[in-house]
């Protein structure tokens, strides 16, 4: 059984009744068409069934039509995490809507930076969209090398640029604000020895979430503050940590749900009922574990899809405007607002 050939794009010039080059602008999205004739040209495509070939047309608009998405944490993170989940599918959304592909890269050491690098600097892809950072992580200079657009997830902790002006847009939530909204609340009910468990402090939101922990306060014992890692293991450890060096605590405030939920089983085993002994708020709102915890749990909300929305939307305005030949604005830090969700926990 012999296949058919595909249709070329002389076979959609001839069915349209246009010439070759003015096919060749339509499908490449070239404004400068009649709108009579890329019609035409249209519905030839639909009816030829012709799909553009994308090596050929990336030559022609040194465009690849992908994108890459660099999460700086291991696999086994990556995919135990929900929070990674929800960010992948509002950049997914995006992109799909634009007929962009995604280009998943994950790093787990120094080797997999390299690989990364040679990566994006190889110009299979458009730009990047970057979270997850730690501070001392080498991929922004990295990047930066590549030359690629590139949009970061959180607030970047290091300078902007070496210059003093605006480096690269991110979209973050308001973690300081949301942090300081959970002490309140647990200060409203009576708590008055509230503790907090971190995130890991190499990352900005962990850093922010613990100063927002520390301005709702007028008075912060440092007994009463211990360092998880945004993850179930480290909100056990961090609980375990605090109940033997201050056990009249009756709060605890966590920089994660995750880190919560792992709290939330220590507080359970040392027989501490929750909201009755000790009440517990987390952070992020990520329903398959906030409502899934015994008690259900009391967070903050931040909008984690629509972060990753955003982040792909704010890269692909800086391409459209590189296509055009016209230097893209590229926009200040986006931070979307916090919300308190007040279940049984607190």
């Known amino acids: 059984m012999t296949e058919e050939p595909r249709p070329t794009l002389e076979a959609v010039a001839a069915r349209a009744g246009v010439s070759r080059a003015t096919v060749s602008r339509v499908v490449n999205g070239d404004p400068?068409?009649?709108?009579?004739?890329?019609?035409?040209?249209?519905?030839?495509?639909?009816?030829?069934?012709?799909?553009?070939?994308?090596?050929?047309?990336?030559?022609?608009?040194?465009?690849?039509?992908?994108?890459a998405v660099v999460i700086a944490e291991p696999e086994t993170r990556v995919f135990a995490d929900p929070f990674f989940a929800l960010q992948l599918r509002g950049i997914s959304k995006e992109l799909t809507a634009h007929d962009i592909q995604l280009v998943l890269l994950?790093?787990?050491?120094?080797?997999?930076?390299?690989?990364?690098?040679r990566y994006l600097a190889g110009g299979h892809v458009d730009g990047a969209l970057v979270f997850s950072l730690h501070l001392d992580d080498p991929l922004p200079g990295i990047i930066r090398r590549a030359g690629l657009p590139t949009v970061f997830g959180g607030r970047p902790g290091w300078p902007q640029t070496e210059e003093g002006g605006p480096g690269a847009?991110?979209?973050?939530?308001?973690?300081?604000?949301?942090?300081?909204?959970?002490?309140?609340?647990?200060?409203?009910?009576g708590r008055s020895r509230i503790?907090?468990?971190?995130?890991a402090l190499d990352q900005t939101s962990a850093v922010d979430r613990?100063?927002?922990?520390?301005?709702?306060l007028a008075d912060v014992d440092p007994g009463l503050i211990a360092e998880g890692d945004f993850t179930p293991a480290g909100g056990e450890r961090a609980m375990r940590e605090l109940l033997d060096r201050a056990p009249d605590l009756d709060a605890v405030f966590a920089a994660s749900d995750l880190t919560a939920s792992g709290a939330l089983r220590v507080l359970r085993e040392r027989g501490r009922r929750v909201p009755d002994d000790v009440a517990v708020v987390g952070f992020d709102d990520m329903l398959a574990v906030a409502e899934q915890t015994e008690p259900p749990l009391t967070t903050v909300r931040q909008?984690?899809?629509?972060?990753?929305?955003?982040?792909?939307?704010?890269?692909?305005?800086?391409?459209?405007?590189?296509?055009?030949?016209?230097?893209?604005?590229?926009?200040?830090?986006?931070?979307l607002p916090t919300s308190l969700v007040r279940r049984d926990s607190a």
């Open 32 to 67: 400068g068409v009649r709108e009579v004739l890329a019609e035409k040209v249209r519905r030839a495509v639909d009816e030829l069934g012709y799909v553009p070939n994308r090596a050929a047309r990336s030559l022609v608009t040194r465009r690849h039509d992908a994108v």
């Open 106 to 117: 994950l790093t787990e050491g120094r080797d997999d930076h390299e690989r990364v690098g």
């Open 169 to 189: 847009p991110y979209v973050d939530c308001d973690n300081r604000g949301g942090a300081r909204e959970a002490v309140r609340h647990l200060l409203g009910l």
């Open 195 to 199: 503790a907090h468990i971190t995130g």
């Open 210 to 216: 613990l100063d927002g922990y520390r301005e709702a």
């Open 303 to 335: 909008d984690i899809e629509e972060m990753g929305r955003l982040m792909a939307g704010m890269l692909l305005r800086g391409r459209g405007g590189a296509e055009r030949g016209t230097e893209p604005v590229e926009p200040a830090g986006v931070v």
